[in-house]
Structures are given as structure tokens and as C-alpha cells.
């Protein structure tokens, strides 16, 4: 889904004025609630944004409306130009691939043209929390950027690196990164934190019952259960893939509390986890402030690891749209060429050629 | 027993409807009147039976949704005497044999074509290789529902969605006609009414690719399933299915399975996210070094 463009002028009244103003410019309605009287936290939602998790260097944490229509104005332009029909005559891409220089799409095309325009949905906007345009997701600390590491984290993370440089990262499926194996979300999209990848399909639906929390994370269908009540009693080693949650309400506010997440997960993701020395807690906390509009708030704390909390602010649109089934794992060619294409370059280099 | 019929707070019954309702009470089977004495059937603010919670059939249906009697395993090689188990499970040995089951398919039988009777043996003949199970792929429906591993249903007066614990599958069954399914997918496109209590879901748009069980039971790509979901008490749903595939069955065909609840409080849905299980199965043989010298 891609959101439309709202003129400059408009965008910058909405932020002069306030929240009330760009509920009213957009037809926003009040908060839906369920028959319990609950805010209703439900249906389909996404947080695609061009606005990245960790402040660029040079930015104050509020974007000037100056600094908002030249990043949305660039994302714009690059949209139409690549939108546009390719070339049937256009010539095959020179050995080594042609990169755009866009990060983004090279890293979805591999200067092959793997994917064009049409399956990417990044976000074309800057993340605006209560009207604010903002520079980083992250919020917490001031400077918007993860904390630095402890010691141990340091330690850690060295260590994994090390265990990681054993392999060559095409010699096994398990030296792969964990999306491309298709066993969870890409980025840290399911999360905890749930964040978006960047790339495509920042979707999700959630379902809400007087005792239970349902998320699915439309990559790779994560499901994150999080029953209402009192931390489960659990052994710190029992650690699933997103950890165990458990929620509560804080008036019109459902907050998620999250341990014992998976150590690959937390090897794997390690710009948010540092590497995962100890047992991050993350909590979560949802609102739905109005018809379409759902506030996420995250906030990691994991003093083995870093030498300070740290947490953020993610706005959640709702998406007037369906859901569909991500089967990742199903048609997973990606895998078994990769490894294939290793193999055969290995045999290139030996002068083998026998086929397999 | 008069409260099941009648306990749908917020809906009227007219007066031909409770003359057909009475009749069906004084027609009660004894079956019906022992689903009574399990208990009220929970309900949401809308009256609806409310589906909320953890779920599993118990049976061996997920071996073979026929009758069956137990056998050594489901990849067989010929032997000296009578066939013996394949290498392959070989070392499994009890733990690898089939359980019988006495079917849950109503009349016996699938009522197969011929050509696709021909291609439902040879699945079981190469069952190793074909049954998408073994290969950690979505289940799709109705073999979902009853696999040897629990599902959630999360149920609200806007919502119906299934998580279930096999592979991270998950359905999201439409309330609003999506008409018909924009793309097949492995768990299809599910769309949900209500007749009375029963939760009745069309499911179209399924790939060919799932089976019915691991005893190579197929269809093809225009399948399309009804299901019922009925309430028989707090506890129990009757699971009903009713498959349309004229490409390959010579007329529908229905499947009949309990549901119970995990009455566990402490319950919660597993995660059987299976797929790094299935890597070595799958690209062992592509590794720089593979541990496992290539067969044949």
C-alpha cells in the first residue's frame, strides 16, 4: 500500500495546528472500541516509513518542513522514474550487476533487476508522530541512536562475529541470514520491537479477545500470542522465537512486557539487540488514538548488553486493505540457488565441471 | 437443553422458526441430548458461540483420513517374505508406524476418479518425496485442522483468525464476500457466515500442492471446501468439511471430526516453526562439506 501525498502546505498547517487539524484534513474518525470498552486495537495496520530506526548524523530529531518535502520529494521522483514501462530492446545488465545507487532497490534487485518497483513498498513518507515529522524512530536516547555497548556486550559481539567468520557465509543454509531461510520476518519486523524492514510488506493484522492479544507480522505469517495476565512462570533457558509475552491495560493503553527471546534471534538482529549477551525485556505499548491511527511505543532494556535503555515511537496507519498469505519457505529458490551458485563457482575454481 | 437452541441473546425467533425448533427438540437424538449435559455454549456480545481457544482433534486422522488398520511405516521396500520398512525410516522403527484409525471420511471412502485413485497410490508410494509435510510446507485446509499439533482460534465480533502451531500457518477468515480469490495460495481464502450457531467457511483459491493426510490423499486447484464449525459444549466443536473437486472426486465428499479444547490454564499455543528442521532434508547436499554422502 502507498499512502498519497499531502501537499506541503496542508502538511505544514497540520503540523502548526496540531493533531486535531490532521485528523479533520483526513476524515480521521474518534477510537473504535470493542464491546468491552476497550479501545478496539484491531484490523489490518502498517508502519512503513522512510524515517530510520537510528537518527542520521546532522539531524535534530524534528525534520524541518523544508528537510520532510526534499526526502518525501526525492522518494517521489525515484517512485515515477522507476515506474515507468521497462525497455523491451533494453540490453541484458553488465557482468556484476548495474546498481542505482540507491541502496534500497540495489539491495532488492542486486543490480540484476531481481525486483523492480512493483514489489517493493518501502514507505514514501517520514514517520509524523502526533503531526511531529521526525528524523529517527528511536527516541530514547536524546541523540535518537542505539547506546553504546558494555564490556560484555562488546565481548559478545566479537565473540559472535568470530563463531559467524568460521564459514564462509555460503558454505551451510545455517550461515544465512535467518529471512532469507525464510524462518522469520524480515528485519525486525515481528520484533519485539516491531519495526519496519524497509523493503516491502510492513503489514499487519491483530486480533483482540477480553484475555488475548493476536499479532501476525504479514512476513513469513509470525505470530505473536500475548495472553492478558501475569508473566508466565517459565525457565529463563524456554526462549521461542519473539520470546513470551504477556500483556495488561494501562487505561486506553495495551502494554506488551517480552523476555526469553531466542538467541538466534537476538545474534541475528543485532543492530537492535547488540548481539544478545543477556535477556533483553522489551515492552511495548499500543494506543490507538484514532479511526487510523495506532501510536507504538518500544522500549529495550538490557543492561548486560548496553549501557543505557533505549526505546522509540513508531505511528501504525491503518491499512484499508487485505493481508495476503506470505508462503516464503514453499518456493524458497532463493536458498538452493545460492548455495548451488557457491558450489559452482567452487568448482570453477578448481576446474571441475562435473554437474550436480 | 432448551437454552442451546434458544440462547442467542439479541436475535428474534419467529414463531415458525420455534415450531420447527420444538420439533427438533422432540426429535433429539440421544447424541443430542448427552451434547446438553456437557454444558452452555460460551458466547460473545453479539451472540455468537464464542470459538475462543486452544483446539485439537485427537485421532491418527492426520496418518490417513481413511479407515485404516496400523501398519510398519508409511515408506515400505519389498522384502523376502511380506514388504518391510523403507531405509529411510528404517531406525525409527514402533516410533515410525502408522496407528490405524477408523476414518473420518462419512461412507468409508474418498470417492476418487479413477486417474486421480492411480495418482493418490503412487502419492503413497512416494510418500517420502512427495507429501509436502515432510518438507515443512502449509498444510492448508481442512488437513489443518486435524494435524497431530494444536491451533488458536482468536474470535471477536469483527474478527475470526486461526493461528495454528504446524508451520506458523494462519488463516484470517473474511466476514465481508471477498468474491472470488485474487491469487491461489497454500491456505486459500476463507470467507465465513453464520447459519443458526454454525460458523460455515467457503474455502477457495487453494494450490494443488497440500494433501488431506500423509497417506498421499490429493485434489486439485479448483477444491473448494465448506466447513462447518458447530459448538457442541464449552469444550467441544463437531468439525464438519465437505469437499467439491470434480476434477478429481466423482461426487462431493464430507469429513466429520471433533475438536476438543485444551482445558489446561496455563495453555498456550506452541511454536513448530518447522523449517529450519527440514534444511539438511532439503539442501544437506549443497553444503560446502555435506555431512551425509549423496544416495544412489
Redesign the interface.
Known sequence: MRTHRIPPLVAAAALLLGPAIALAQTGDGPVPR???GKP?L?GNWSNATMTMVQRPQGLAKVLTPEQVAAMEGERQEFIEERSQDSDPNREAPPVGGEYTGNPLFDAASGGTGGYNLFYIDAGDRVARWRGEPRSSLITIPEDGRIPGLTTAGREHAAAVAATRGE??P?????NRPLAE???LSFGSNAGPPMLPNYFYNNNY?I???P??V?I?TEM????R?I?IGAK?DLPDDYR??FGVSWGHWEGDTFVIETTNISPEQLAYYGQIYGGGVGNPIITERLTRVSENSLEYEFMIEDPETYTSAYGGQVPFIRLPE????Y?C??ANYA??NV??G??AQ?REATGGNED? | MLRIFFAAPGRSIGRAAVGVLLASLLAASANEAQTSTRGEIPRLSDGRPDFNGIWRAIGNHHWDIEPHLARPALAMQEGPVVPVPANEVLALGAVGSVPSGYGIVEGGGIPYLPEALAVRDENRERWLERDPEIKCYLPGVPRANYMHLPFQIFHSESKFFIAYEYAGAVRDILFEDPGPPEVDSWMGQSYGTWEGDTFVVRVTGQLDQTWFDRAGNHHSWEMVVTERWTMLGPDHVMYEATIEDPATFSRPWTIRVPLYRDIDPNARLGQFKCVPFVEELMYGELRKNPIRTPER
Open positions: 470493542t464491546p468491552d478496539d484491531q564459514a564462509e555460503y558454505d551451510n543454509p545455517e531461510r525464510c524462518m493484522t486480533v483482540q479477545t484475555d488475548h493476536m501476525m513469513v505469517h509470525d505470530v500470542v495472553p508466565p521461542p522465537w487485505r493481508v495476503y498469505e508462503a519457505h514453499e536458498l538452493f548455495l548451488s557457491a558450489r567452487e550436480r
